[in-house]
Nanobody
Framework: QVQLVESGGGLVQAGGSLRLSCAAS????????MAWFRQAPGKEREPVVA????????YTADSVKGRFTISRDNAKNTVSLQMNSLKPEDTAVYYC???????????????????WGQGTQVIVSS
């Protein structure tokens, strides 16, 4: 099982940017599909972005299209989430997740991801 640790969260004004990072240890992420989920207060956890092991499959939630980008660096065993033009509704705890099967569904499912980080808080002020 791979261990995941997120970093980069914080407080930012609306319109600003943040870059979240997810560092892996224990195993290589090379064959993993990776995703970022988020959970806002009082809401269910939802997928934000995801990428297959090859990079050929990418999912981006409609609510963040054109603003959020997932990227992976297999050499560094990291995955990043670049968030631009942040909105107050992006406020949530963001989780990095890994799926050893390497593929992603049309809409990524939490149950497919067996490895999770502890989460990092993002707060966007208006």
């Amino acid at each position: 099982q791979v261990q995941l640790v997120e970093s980069g969260g914080g407080l930012v004004q609306a319109g600003g940017s943040l870059r979240l990072s997810c560092a892996a240890s224990g195993r290589t992420l090379r064959t993993y599909a990776m995703a970022w989920f988020r959970q806002a207060p009082g809401k269910e956890r939802e997928p934000v972005v995801a990428v297959s092991w090859s990079g050929g499959g990418i999912y981006t939630a409609d609510s963040v299209k054109g603003r959020f980008t997932i990227s992976r660096d297999n050499a560094k065993n990291t995955v990043s989430l670049q968030m631009n033009s942040l909105k107050p509704e992006d406020t949530a705890v963001y989780y990095c997740a890994g799926n050893p099967l390497g593929t992603i569904q049309t809409i990524p499912r939490q149950a497919d991801f067996g490895s999770w980080g502890q989460g990092t808080q993002v707060i966007v002020s208006s």
